[in-house]
């Protein structure tokens, strides 16, 4: 494998694990990329220590000599590969986090949620079908604040499927999901996504 080719499997893999919100495997990877096995695993591994601080001149050396250590690491664990932080900065994470819960939802978000609320339970790919973009960051962000949650998987695809919480009914000052506003009235030509939403909640 030459060394452009090593730089392009090992730039693929860096992008598809800074987008996966669950462990995937090696062989995940080199399906996705195309590619041996081998070579995702020789990307993986080299990510690692680049991660841990280290370089090819300096993998003789101590961790963070010759090489910038993230704040970031990748683990292997069950098998599948992620990117976590690192246990030293959990406290200024959940504080990050905790603190992320006072500020405003984007547009984006709230599009989201209200396609979450009137479709419950949906998967994520139904709500990016519907909004036309991907809303995977958009999902995590609503998780963190606890607006929607994991509703079981969809017996026919697997994937996983979310609903609205009871803090999301607090917010907003009802009971029962039943109780939000009909859309109709407010986006006209609503009609033309019959097939993602009951008519009875139109």
């Given at each position: 494998?030459?060394?452009e080719?090593?730089e392009?499997?090992?730039g693929?893999v ?10 995937v ?6 399906a ?9 695993e020789?990307?993986l ?5 680049d991660?841990n601080?280290?370089t ?11 090489g ?10 069950a098998?599948g590969?992620r ?11 959940s504080?990050f ?8 939802l ?7 949620l ?7 339970p ?15 960051s ?6 963190q604040?606890a ?5 079981g ?20 000052g009802?009971?029962?999901v ?6 109709s ?5 609503l009609e ?8 009875s909640?139109?």
């Open positions: 494998m030459s060394v080719q090593a392009l499997v090992r693929g860096e992008a598809v694990l800074m987008v996966v919100d669950q462990p495997t090696a062989a995940e990877l080199a996705a990329l195309e590619v041996p096995v081998t070579e995702v020789m990307a591994e080299q990510l690692r220590e991660y601080g280290y090819e001149s300096s993998s003789n050396n101590a961790a963070g000599i010759g910038v250590r993230r704040g970031f690491e990748l683990r292997n664990l098998g590969w990117i976590y932080s690192r246990p030293e900065h959990a406290e200024v994470v504080r986090v905790l603190d992320g819960q006072s500020t405003r984007t547009r984006a978000a709230l599009e989201t209200a396609v979450i609320a009137y479709r419950q949906v998967a994520r790919a139904s709500v990016s079908a519907i909004r036309g973009v991907n809303v995977d958009v999902v995590k962000t609503l998780l604040r607006l929607i949650e994991e509703s998987v969809d017996p026919e695809s697997g994937a996983l499927l979310y609903r609205t919480t009871s803090y999301f009914l607090e917010r907003l009802i009971s029962d039943q109780e939000l506003p009909q859309l009235p407010h986006l006209p030509g033309s996504l019959g097939e993602f939403y009951d008519s909640r139109i």
